[in-house]
T-cell receptor, first 114, second 113 residues
């Protein structure tokens, strides 16, 4: 079992470029999440999904879009990258609501916007 | 929104020492999570608890619901325990969404040999 796999692991973009981060899980989890981690701050939820075909906004959704076309994949898109989006992005998944099950995290994607 | 505070922010210990990391929160919760993040690495869930105490190897997590406080203890610390330890909570689900965690800023632990 690979668990939660994020691709790419590192990326450098120029302001205004677009890109998609891919998260794949092989645990048949219903719930998936995208977080960003910035120095001096706790992880913050960007978007989440409670099942195939569903998405919802988290705490900091502006500038990002997501899609969950297949249960195992959760994509995070940046349409026009900005320096403020320089961060480490983590994907996570869980079988049920977080109060009942732990979240499983990927290894993160380090994204720099110049 | 729940406010999650961890203390200390940084902690340096000598190998073998007993370590305590604290977490307090402001609003009633349905669960509290302790997570571990090694430098440059991914995040691993250590514990999820809603009452009492849990133990896994040299790690012990306790929670006091009335005081809105949890502690993570590491007995006989080792350099491989060096990592950031993160506390996260899920608000009491009777009030709404169950899906979201509110995270503390983390405690950076360094254990020297």
């Amino acid at each position: 079992n690979a668990g939660v796999t994020q691709t790419p692991k590192f990326r450098v973009l120029k302001t205004g470029q677009s890109m998609t981060l891919l998260c794949a899980q092989d645990m048949n989890h219903e719930y998936m999440y995208w977080y960003r981690q910035d120095p001096g701050m706790g992880l913050r939820l960007i978007h989440y999904s409670v099942g195939e075909g569903t998405t919802a906004k988290g705490e900091v959704p502006d500038g990002y879009n997501v899609s969950r076309l297949k249960k195992q994949n959760f994509l995070l898109g940046l349409e026009s990258a900005a320096p403020s989006q320089t961060s480490v992005y983590f994907c996570a998944s869980s079988y049920r609501e977080v109060w009942n099950q732990p979240q499983h995290f990927g290894d993160g994607t380090r994204l720099s916007i110049l | 929104k729940n406010e999650v505070e961890q203390s200390p922010q940084n902690l340096t210990a000598q190998e073998g020492e007993f370590i305590t990391i604290n977490c307090s929160y402001s609003v009633g919760i349905s669960a509290l999570h302790w997570l571990q993040q090694h430098p440059g690495g991914g995040i691993v869930s250590l514990f999820m608890l809603s009452s009492g105490k849990k133990k896994h190897g040299r790690l012990i997590a306790t929670i006091n619901i009335q005081e809105k406080h949890s502690s993570l203890h590491i007995t006989a610390s080792h350099p491989r325990d060096s990592a950031v330890y993160i506390c996260a909570v899920t608000d009491d689900f009777s009030g709404g969404s169950n899906y979201k965690l509110t995270f503390g800023k983390g405690t950076l632990l360094t254990v020297n040999p």
